[in-house]
C-alpha cells in the first residue's frame, strides 16, 4: 500500500524556472491537500482539491496553480519560480475532510537559487 | 480568529522521564484536535486524535492528550520517553471540512 506518493524528492531551481511536483494518493480519497513547511512556522495549505475537476485556493495560493483531473493525481505547478518559494513541499489527502485523519506523503525539498 | 498554538518551540527531556507537550487553541466552537510527529527528513503521522468522544485520547507509542475544553488545551503527554521519540511534533487543528490550522511545532530532543 503506496498511500501518498511525491516525487521529486528533492530539486534545484533557478529563479525564474518552472516545475510541477507530482502527487498521487492510491487510496481513493476526495480531499487532497498542498502544503509547504517553512521553519519555525508548521505547514501553510496552498491549495486543496475535494474531488475531481475541484480545486481552492488555501493560505498562500501565490506563484502556484494546480490541477485535479482524476482521484488520483493532484499536482502542484510553480511557474516562475522565486527565492520566497525555497521550502519542503507536502502533499496530504484524507477520505472526507479534515475531520479525518490525513496522510502526507514523504515531502518534496525545493531551492530557487 | 480561529488558530492554534504550541507553548514551547523546543523540549529538552532525559530517556526514560515523562514528556508534556503543551497546546492551545482559540476557536467559538469545538473543533477537530490532531497530534502529528515528523522525524526527520520524513513525513507527517499521525499520533492521536480527538473528535468530541472522549477527552481523553489514546494514541500510538504510548503517547495520550487531554482535550480540556474550559482551558481550551489539548496537551501531549508520555510517561516516559525513548530514544525513538527524538522528532518534531505539530498540533493540529481542523476548525472546518477542508482546513488544517498547524501550530509552529515543537522539537523534543531525548537525552540518553
Known amino acids: 500500500n503506496a498511500g501518498v506518493t511525491q516525487t521529486p524528492k528533492f530539486r534545484i531551481l533557478k529563479i525564474g524556472q518552472s516545475m510541477t511536483l507530482q502527487c498521487a494518493q492510491d487510496m481513493n480519497h476526495n480531499y487532497m491537500y498542498w502544503y509547504r513547511q517553512d521553519p519555525g512556522m508548521g505547514l501553510k495549505l496552498i491549495y486543496y482539491?475535494?474531488?475531481?475537476?475541484?480545486?481552492d485556493k488555501g493560505e498562500v495560493p501565490n506563484g502556484y496553480n494546480v490541477s485535479r483531473s482524476t482521484t488520483e493525481d493532484f499536482p502542484l505547478r510553480l511557474e516562475l519560480a522565486a527565492p520566497s518559494q525555497t521550502s519542503v513541499y507536502f502533499c496530504?489527502?484524507?477520505?472526507?475532510?479534515?475531520?479525518?485523519?490525513?496522510?502526507f506523503g514523504q515531502g518534496t525539498r525545493l531551492t530557487v537559487v | 480568529a480561529q488558530s492554534v498554538t504550541q507553548l514551547d518551540s523546543h523540549v529538552s527531556v532525559s530517556e526514560g522521564t515523562p514528556v508534556l507537550l503543551r497546546c492551545n487553541y482559540s476557536s467559538s466552537y469545538s473543533p477537530s484536535l490532531f497530534w502529528y510527529v515528523q522525524h526527520p527528513n520524513k513525513g507527517l503521522q499521525l499520533l492521536l486524535k480527538?473528535?468530541?468522544?472522549?477527552?481523553l485520547v489514546k494514541g500510538i507509542n504510548g503517547f495520550e492528550a487531554e482535550f480540556k475544553k474550559s482551558e481550551t488545551s489539548f496537551h501531549l503527554t508520555k510517561p516516559s520517553a525513548h530514544m525513538s521519540d527524538a522528532a518534531e511534533y505539530f498540533c493540529v487543528v481542523s476548525f472546518n471540512d477542508y482546513k488544517l490550522s498547524f501550530g509552529a511545532g515543537t522539537t523534543v530532543t531525548v537525552r540518553a
Open positions: 480527538y473528535t468530541s468522544a472522549a477527552t
Open positions: 482539491s475535494v474531488g475531481a475537476g475541484i480545486t
Open positions: 496530504a489527502s484524507s477520505s472526507t475532510g479534515t475531520a479525518t485523519e490525513a496522510f
